[in-house]
C-alpha cells in the first residue's frame, strides 16, 4: 500500500520561502511521475508543478520562476521549493502519485501573511 506524506508547510511572510517534502513509501518511487498540486479556500485544486520519472518538470502559470519541484528517488522524496512567497499562494499543497490510481497525500498547510 502506497503512503505519501507532506511536511514543511506553515506561516511564512510574503517575501519569504519554505520548502515542502512529501516522503513516499510502498512503491517504487523513481517509476513514477509526481507532482503538487494546491487548494485554497473556497477554490479549486490546482496544478503547481509535476515532475516526470526522468526529471523533466511543468510548472503552473502563477508559481513560474518562484517555485522548483525536485525528487530524490534514492530517498522516496519529492520536494518543491517556495521563493518569494505571496499571500495568493495561501493554501494547502497535496502530493500526488501519478499513476492508473492516482495517490494523495494528506496536504500540509501553506499561509502567507504579514
Known amino acids: 500500500q502506497v503512503h505519501l506524506v507532506e511536511s514543511g508547510g506553515g506561516l511564512v511572510q510574503p517575501g519569504g520561502s519554505l520548502r515542502l517534502s512529501c516522503a513516499a513509501s510502498?512503491?517504487?518511487?523513481?517509476?513514477?511521475?509526481m507532482g503538487w498540486y494546491r487548494q485554497a479556500p473556497g477554490k479549486q485544486r490546482e496544478l503547481v508543478a509535476t515532475?516526470?520519472?526522468?526529471?523533466?518538470?511543468n510548472y503552473g502559470g502563477s508559481v513560474k520562476g518562484r517555485f522548483t519541484i525536485s525528487r530524490d528517488n534514492a530517498k522516496n522524496t519529492l520536494y518543491l521549493q517556495m521563493n518569494n512567497l505571496k499571500p495568493e499562494d495561501t493554501a494547502v499543497y497535496y502530493c500526488?502519485?501519478?499513476?492508473?490510481?492516482?495517490?494523495w497525500g494528506q496536504g500540509t498547510r501553506v499561509t502567507v501573511s504579514s
Open positions: 500526488v502519485r501519478f499513476s492508473g490510481d492516482d495517490v
Open positions: 515532475i516526470t520519472s526522468r526529471g523533466s518538470t
Open positions: 510502498g512503491s517504487i518511487f523513481g517509476l513514477y511521475a
